[in-house]
């Protein structure tokens, strides 16, 4: 005599003689559920990216002084007249057309700084790290720039009349028609002859 077939119940399993198993959980394929779980990713993804840039802007909006760390930060056509910067740390950001003349940035990070246009004149830049800065028709005029590291610097059309670059490094830096005239040279004793521009005669 032939057994019937065990019937099944999606979800369950049944046996001859015993109650029905417990319920397979499965999971929520639907479209509106996988719609529901992507508008959450998206929010914790603003959040954290909200969370990071505050991060990384907080310290934008601290007051000038020693060591200030203004990291990535726009301070285009601000004013730093005599501010002391010294050691401050101010990589990538930006000084277009800031006015920062008789300020002290001995010692300070700057980085890939960018001082497009921006009044320096008288500024003390000695020991400072410059690499990658730009200071295409900065003003120059008297700056310290005593044992600054220069390299890779941008200084298209600068004007360093007077100022002073002994032991500089001005490792592939961009000098093209930099206005050098009464400067002091790399070397410390040379001064840059009136009408050197570009190179230092």
Same mark, same amino acid.
């Given at each position: 005599m032939a057994i019937p077939p065990v019937k099944t119940i999606p979800g369950r399993c049944a046996a001859p003689g015993s109650g029905p198993?417990?319920?397979?959980?499965?999971?929520?394929?639907s479209p509106r559920h996988r719609l529901r779980r992507?508008?959450?990713?998206?929010?914790?993804?603003a959040v954290l990216l909200q969370a990071l840039a505050t991060a990384a802007f907080?310290?934008?909006?601290d007051a000038p002084r020693p060591g200030v760390q203004w990291v990535r930060c726009f301070m285009n056509e601000r004013t730093f007249a005599g501010a002391d910067l010294s050691q401050a740390v101010l990589r990538d950001s930006s000084f277009t057309r800031a006015d920062l003349s008789g300020a002290s940035l001995r010692e300070a990070d700057a980085r890939g700084a960018k001082f497009v246009s921006a009044n320096l004149s008288q500024v003390d830049l000695s020991g400072a790290s410059l690499a990658r800065a730009d200071f295409t028709r900065a003003d120059l005029r008297?700056?310290?720039? =005593?044992d600054a590291d220069l390299s890779d610097a941008r200084l298209f059309l600068a004007n360093l009349a007077g100022a002073d670059l002994s032991g500089?490094?001005?490792?592939?830096?961009?000098?093209? =028609?930099t206005e050098l005239s009464g400067a002091r040279w790399i070397d410390g004793k040379t001064i840059c002859a009136a009408g050197s521009i570009g190179v230092c005669k």
């Open positions: 198993a417990p319920t397979v959980a499965t999971h929520d394929r992507l508008v959450l990713s998206g929010a914790l993804v907080a310290g934008c909006t008297g700056a310290n720039l =005593r500089a490094r001005l490792d592939d830096a961009d000098l093209y =028609r």
